[in-house]
T-cell receptor, first 115, second 115 residues
Framework: KQEVTQIPAALSVPEGENLVLNCSFT??????LQWFRQDPGKGLTSLLL?????REQTSGRLNASLDKSSGRSTLYIAASQPGDSATYLC??????????????FGQGTELSVKP | GAVVSQHPSRVICKSGTSVKIECRSL??????MFWYRQFPKQSLMLMAT?????????EQGVEKDKFLINHASLTLSTLTVTSAHPEDSSFYIC???????????FGNGTRLTVT
């Protein structure tokens, strides 16, 4: 059974710092991995999607990496800003073949960036 | 802009009543939509997969008679919480994707409070 774990559960950093959020999964047979942002009481915003054949994806100050063999993904946020404060969720789509899009989520990392 | 719209964003109901939540894909057809549930400080858990024109597929432990799903058109899926109880109070989020291997887009969620 696929399980997704995120470390740390919470993180507080001063503005301007670079930071790394970690995600691990127990079964390397994944179709893709997606990072989301969730603001309090809100839905999810997709940040980056990495297909199983890819090693990383970049969007602005965000960079996500994927190492399937070790069951790990990282989300790197450069030059953090107070507006980055949110909960970041990692989710994997299980199975080597597309099985309809259901995702398995980690518990999230709650990030607070202090001005 | 938003590609998945969810309504209502917040609802309060009394025990024993039923509540309907709508999920719409705004500019694409979604043959499959997904319904998730999120308890406070916890991650999202898939409840069911909504299939256009056929019965929904429920995850283990989710009561299909309590959480009725209807996917009558390619742009609309509804979740009805029947005979709601306080323990059904939660954050419900739907999602859909344009194509099978593209990012899943999420609605803004519905905060259900049962008194």
């Amino acid at each position: 059974k696929q399980e997704v774990t995120q470390i740390p559960a919470a993180l507080s950093v001063p503005e301007g710092e670079n930071l790394v959020l970690n995600c691990s999964f127990t079964d390397s047979a994944i179709y893709n991995l997606q990072w989301f942002r969730q603001d309090p009481g809100k839905g999810l915003t997709s940040l980056l999607l990495i297909q199983s054949s890819q090693r990383e994806q970049t969007s602005g100050r965000l960079n996500a990496s994927l190492d399937k063999s070790s069951g790990r993904s990282t989300l790197y946020i450069a030059a953090s800003q107070p507006g980055d404060s949110a909960t970041y969720l990692c989710a994997v789509r299980p199975g080597i073949y597309n099985q309809g899009g259901k995702l398995i989520f980690g518990q999230g990392t709650e990030l607070s960036v202090k001005p | 802009g938003a590609v998945v719209s969810q309504h209502p964003s917040r609802v309060i109901c009394k025990s024993g009543t039923s509540v309907k939540i709508e999920c719409r894909s705004l500019d694409f057809q979604a043959t499959t939509m997904f319904w998730y549930r999120q308890f406070p400080k916890q991650s999202l858990m898939l409840m069911a997969t909504s299939n256009e024109g056929s019965k929904a597929t429920y995850e283990q432990g989710v009561e299909k008679d309590k959480f009725l799903i209807n996917h009558a058109s390619l742009t609309l899926s509804t979740l009805t919480v029947t005979s709601a109880h306080p323990e059904d109070s939660s954050f419900y989020i739907c999602s859909a994707s344009r194509q099978d291997n593209s990012p899943l887009h999420f609605g803004n969620g519905t905060r259900l409070t049962v008194t």
